[in-house]
């Protein structure tokens, strides 16, 4: 190896580690899961998924008790992702269980609302 070379081994190695970081960063703050139901082929297709022993309508959402939001697709396969959660500077996150939702407050003083930063 010429010593031309070794000098964008770090560089290239940087470049993983950062869209490593970046990637665990996004999947922490929402977790998604996918459940295709198993059918033998030789029964009819069915019209509808189930979720959690509830018949749910092919390409309809809906929110669980757990406050997953769930899509069923139209080949029956049922995808669930928890909620986002907001993140801007100086502030926290609070979660609602009973509306399952965020609200941003700020770090210094719980008593007031965050606006979260617009990201491009």
Do not use: H
């Amino acid at each position: 190896m010429s010593l031309k070379n070794s000098s964008r081994i770090p560089k290239n190695c940087l470049v993983v580690v950062l869209l490593t970081l970046g990637f665990l960063v996004i999947m922490s703050n929402a977790a998604c899961i996918e459940n295709k139901m198993r059918r033998p082929s030789n029964l009819p297709k069915l019209d509808y998924c189930m979720d959690n022993g509830e018949k749910r309508p092919l390409q309809s959402s809906w929110i669980r008790s757990d406050c997953m939001n769930c899509t069923c697709g139209a080949s029956g396969m049922i995808s669930c992702c928890s909620p986002l959660e907001p993140r801007s500077e100086g502030c926290i996150a609070v979660f609602n269980q009973a509306t399952c939702t965020y609200t941003l407050k700020r770090a210094d003083n719980s008593n007031k609302e965050c606006v979260p930063e617009m990201s491009m």
